[in-house]
């Protein structure tokens, strides 16, 4: 069902981006890019060791409405340096007052095989958001479904932020904003399983003779969370042929996400016996401190 409703958004924003008469044809922005991220964080959440990324970007805009964008996330340290995972995604943008406006957006993910993403359990995601303006502050509210491999999670993502230009020609932006995150919890089962599965052995049992160990690693209370607050300041400067954007962030993780883990040994004779089942909650989530990560971005417009 996930990839009829992914198709079907592909559908209209082609339709959007091929079906005008020429004679209406507004020019089209391309973007080449290329941005250096210290560490992957999601919802306050990141992997046991940093994980920084260099990110290639192609962007093409339509109408300052439309965007479609791909993103190649090189990680950069250690074995597993390389192509982690393709980010590629889609928004349509529109007002449907002067105050009021709205979008809908979509990503698709691609990993390789030994990614450690923390959002290596979402293939997809597709949401919306409406934005009103205050004057002082624009409200804006998302809501968006998480598509993993088994199930699908709910991130919804009310925030207020505020657009400050300044410079001679208003080509700075000061953008400072607040949000809050919940969500479901299927995404994060997934990824501690995979952690587990990978980092974990037990030679003693693991001997194709007699048997096999498989570990099992599940969230103790799903549901929806409260899951982090993020305060976020970028500044950006553009100009007609390129641009550069500086991104802080500090997220502040909330509320733990426990975990319990259980070993189970597989006889060749297909009985199964339980080695063991213990709380498997990391002592970082156990122990949430504020995460402040960076990204920088230059781009080159066309």
Do not use: C
């Amino acid at each position: 069902m996930k990839k009829y409703i992914l198709l079907s958004v592909l559908l209209v924003v082609f339709g959007k981006l091929f079906g005008q008469n020429a004679q209406n044809q507004r020019p089209y922005v391309f973007k080449v890019g290329v941005s250096y991220l210290d560490n992957y964080v999601y919802n306050g959440r990141s992997d046991s060791l940093k994980t920084p990324y260099f990110i290639p970007s192609l962007t093409v805009m339509y109408d300052s409405s439309l965007t479609i964008n791909g993103n190649f996330y090189y990680l950069t340290p250690g074995e597993d340096a390389g192509l982690d995972f393709v980010e590629l995604n889609a928004s349509y943008e529109f007002d449907i007052t002067k105050k009021l406006s709205a979008g809908i957006y979509g990503t698709k993910y691609f990993y390789n095989g030994s990614s450690n993403a923390i959002t290596g359990n979402i293939n997809a995601t597709l949401g919306a958001n409406f934005a009103y303006d205050f004057d002082l502050f624009e409200l804006n509210i998302g809501t968006y479904f998480l598509f993993t491999n088994n199930h699908t999670d709910i991130n919804f993502s009310p925030g207020i932020e505020r657009t400050i230009f300044f410079g001679a020609k208003q080509e700075w932006k000061l953008l400072p904003s607040f949000y809050v995150n919940f969500s479901t919890l299927n995404f994060y089962n997934g990824f501690s399983t995979r952690t587990a599965s990978r980092r974990v052995t037990n030679p003693k049992f693991n001997n194709s003779n007699s048997a096999t160990v498989e570990r099992i690693t599940s969230v103790t209370d799903m549901g929806m969370k409260l899951l982090d607050y993020e305060l976020s300041l970028p500044l950006t400067y553009e100009n007609k042929k390129w641009g550069i954007l500086l991104q802080p962030t500090l997220a502040f993780p909330q509320n733990p996400i426990h975990t319990n883990t259980q070993t189970i040994r597989l006889l060749a004779n297909g009985t199964t016996q339980v080695i063991s089942n213990k709380d498997s909650t990391p002592y970082s989530e156990k122990n949430l401190t504020s995460i402040f990560y960076t990204q920088l971005s230059i781009f080159l417009k066309f």
